[in-house]
């Protein structure tokens, strides 16, 4: 991506998107009340800004602990061996492992990020000895258990 392809916004853009990210569900005509704009011009605003790529769809929230899943752990993973078949194969395999929420292909002491939810902690061993550390390629494995989460809007500016 060039410097030529990045959307310039205003500060009335920035606001609209932190709103955005706070209330996906939002409307064009509340976003024009609290920013001072007709309805058709904050709808043309985010709609710029879907076009650009900058708002991508909405997404839906999941509270894990009600559902059970009060443990996230996020693991670092490196992989013994390297090679094009053995990222791929543990590509493969460790998506279709349900526990597994998010996995992160990194730079740096390991090769791979993952987030894993469990019940509680004998429940995420359980998916760690039986599941994960049988991957294909597996090596060393560093765990840091999520104790409390704070969400930011990232980098909108101020």
């Known amino acids: 991506m060039s ?14 998107l932190r709103a955005l990210v706070q209330d996906g569900e ?7 009340r609290r920013f001072g704009l007709s309805q058709p011009a904050a709808w043309r605003r985010v709609r710029r800004m879907e076009e650009a790529g900058i708002i991508c769809g909405l997404r839906r929230e999941v509270d894990r ?13 490196k992989l013994a061996t390297k090679g094009r078949v053995s990222l791929e194969d543990f590509e493969r395999a460790v ?3 349900p526990e597994v929420q998010v996995v992160q292909h990194v730079l740096g ?7 894993v939810v469990a019940r509680d902690i004998s429940d995420f061993e359980r998916v760690l ?5 049988t991957l294909p390629g597996v090596g060393q ?16 500016g101020q």
């Open 3 to 16: 410097s030529s392809d990045i959307l310039d916004l205003d500060d009335v853009d920035r606001s609209m």
């Open 26 to 32: 939002i409307s064009a005509g509340e976003l024009g």
């Open 65 to 77: 602990a009600r559902l059970g899943f009060g443990v996230t752990v996020f693991l670092g993973v």
């Open 95 to 97: 998506t279709a492992i």
């Open 109 to 115: 002491l390991f090769d791979y990020r993952l987030r």
């Open 129 to 133: 000895r039986r599941r994960i550390m």
């Open 141 to 156: 494995v560093e765990a840091n258990v999520l104790l409390t989460e704070e969400r930011r809007p990232g980098p909108l």
